[in-house]
DNA sequence: CTGTTAGCGCATTCAG
DNA sequence: CTGAATGCGCTAACAG
């Protein structure tokens, strides 16, 4: 490789113009320009990989008897297929995907836009839908919105662009507007949608019973001996949120549990920046004995405010979160949840893509379902009061 | 898409030969089969986008013209390649990478192979490179290990089947030989070393100064009043561990520190199962008042039994590890650190594979290099003894 | 069953 | 400067 002649450095190099016989080089470090001269630089041109023609030239075949039997469909003799077979593998032939892909129009390429990797849960949602898929011969390329719309826009039409056979997707809790899916949706490309689900599109999605698990969560508190039950979550403009929140509030109703307005808080800044509204919400005289948050991350946030407030965890505020967040099992005292079937999921959504992909042509046919899968509970220290 | 008629499940349709004028379909649900008329099928194909031919009809221009003026070579009127452009644009061209990709012998593809996502570490390496790779026209496969060198092997060798253009890695605490990444280099794929680097192999290397990381937390515990310092790691086949450990027992020396062969644990045990061994270790009547552990996660590991064992940590035990684990600033009490130049060793690693794939056929070149960024120490409560 | 041919979308000689 | 022709590796009609 190149190394810069004056500094050695090897990262900011660039050609420039050719002088006679030589390659010049420029150097961002040092900002001087050096030369080298081609006939030193012996391309060496890897052969990159043995093709189906050299399989039909070593076997004296045409090259689509080769393909045939790579394909395995039934229009070929066994016997010669058995042949091709063993000399392709012999010959360590390894089909060219990108060739493949221009002839069929497809990349064989998977995207999956998750809000986050470095979670427990999306990281396991990725590895369950990654299981099936390879299996499928399909790469993956992972995308981060990191909680942000306008990242989840830029992810999409990178994948757009790069063609991808279809997308699985969360949604940021931002997303309001789901144009830039059905963009994706017109190039016929499919969508599924998976952990974070909406109402907007015609699509498959997967996801926990986030209302039978809101329920399970809220119950748990009753149980518990929790009185004064608050819940804290995004607005009302995010799915999931009020499908938990309902759940919370049907089993409110079921149980004859006092509901009180002071304790619910339903604002999408609980999300983002929570921690003075956490702190002042805490601080009201008349404070809940146990909240339900939306997710674990807020439930984090309302631990660690309320273990600086002073207050008492399980005896005086009693917690539960939802996902199973890495952390939640080693904060401390550690937090209650609702854990999700994580690898399901992934796996479950990567399923239902794959049958959209295979299927892509077959028009007339709606197409349009909801997988809702069973959630667990997880009861920790934060929520250990009896 | 495809509904089973019977059972109405959308996941395990085969498609299962034709009948005359009709597809017939398998469903692995119900084990039935059923038939739905071909004619309904009206296939949509979706114009894949439009291409520079499209250009060149509506502009009356040769497509080679076309084709000059988007990779703007200077072989073009200026005049021309403003219009070109400038329709392009308008109509909504993107370049179709599968074609380029024939053409040119390139993927467009970087495989990142890492032991895991769900660690903030490795998705911020994942972040450093994506924002410099990106922006080259670079997509990512990214390959998780799990600590397994038999995944490494298998993502090795996958990627090299999807014709990568070249492969960032951080090898497993397992791996010892390698000869899977010998054999990319062989089919002229680039690999740089991140993180976790080896002495095997000669290309470039991005990883935070072990070394210097190493004496900067032996350091902090001696400052910190610790006397009986231990040290616990993976075996001596492990270069990253070897490193950390010289950096532990040259500062123990320059400080004239009593160095205690039996405080020293360097196993490969040590990364998997080591409960019971360090619980064996901590119950040794005579045993070290302060540790520097290899990894985060071995800190934790030595933090979590060092209570269950009422040990009081920082007065009885001092503990700092290496890498900045997610869960050690919320563990109780938080886990001091050495944290890494995350996004920086991400961003290097991007650079110098782009040097190499974008000289690789300079061969005559030498190139082997390896980048040291430096670390910084983060002093939380397990350290906290003055 | 098997071979021949024609592209898939594009970069790249080679002639103008 | 620009256009026509060639081929990257492979699949899919189309003929035997």
């Given at each position: 490789m190149i190394k810069c002649l004056n500094c050695k450095e090897v990262s900011g190099i660039?050609?420039?113009g050719k002088s006679n016989g030589s390659q010049r080089y420029f150097c961002k470090y040092c900002k001087k320009y050096f030369t080298i001269k081609v006939d030193e630089q012996k391309k060496l041109k890897t052969?990159?990989?043995?093709t189906i023609k050299d399989i039909a030239q070593k076997l004296?075949?045409?090259?689509s008897t080769i393909s045939r039997a790579l394909n395995s469909s039934d229009e070929i003799k066994k016997e010669t297929k058995k042949i091709i077979l063993e000399t392709a593998e012999s010959m360590g032939y390894e089909k060219?995907?990108?060739?493949?892909?221009?002839v069929k129009q497809q990349s064989f390429n998977i995207g999956i836009i998750v809000p986050e990797l470095k979670s427990d849960f999306y990281s396991t949602l990725i590895s369950g839908a990654n299981h099936i898929l390879k299996n499928k011969g399909y790469r993956i390329y992972i995308m981060q919105s990191e909680e942000s719309y306008k990242n989840e826009i830029a992810n999409t039409n990178a994948l757009i662009a790069s063609r991808v056979d279809g997308i699985i997707a969360s949604t940021t809790f931002e997303t309001k507007d789901f144009s830039h899916f059905t963009r994706a949706i017109q190039k016929n490309i499919p969508i599924v949608f998976f952990s974070r689900v909406n109402n907007e599109l015609k699509t498959p999605k997967i996801a926990v019973d986030n209302y039978l698990g809101a329920c399970m969560a809220t119950e748990h508190l009753i149980n518990k001996g929790y009185k004064r039950i608050g819940y804290l979550g995004g607005g009302k403009d995010f799915n999931i949120g009020n499908i938990r929140y309902q759940g919370f509030y049907d089993t409110l109703r079921k149980y004859n549990i006092k509901f009180q307005n002071k304790f619910i808080l339903r604002e999408d800044y609980i999300i983002h920046n929570s921690s003075q509204y956490i702190h002042q919400y805490l601080m009201s005289k008349n404070r809940p004995d146990g909240v339900f948050t939306m997710t674990d991350t807020i439930g984090i946030e309302v631990l660690k405010t309320a273990k600086n407030l002073g207050i008492k965890i399980p005896e005086d505020l009693g917690i539960i979160g939802f996902s199973d967040h890495i952390v939640s099992r080693y904060i401390s005292p550690?937090?209650?949840t609702i854990r999700q079937p994580t690898m399901e999921i992934g796996m479950e959504a990567a399923k239902g893509l794959i049958n959209l992909i295979d299927n892509r042509d077959d028009i007339n046919i709606e197409f349009e379902y909801t997988t809702l899968l069973k959630p667990e509970l997880v009861a920790r220290d934060s929520t250990n009061k009896l």
């Open positions: 660039v050609k420039s052969k990159e990989g043995i004296g075949l045409g090259i060219n995907l990108t060739a493949i892909g221009l550690s937090l209650s």
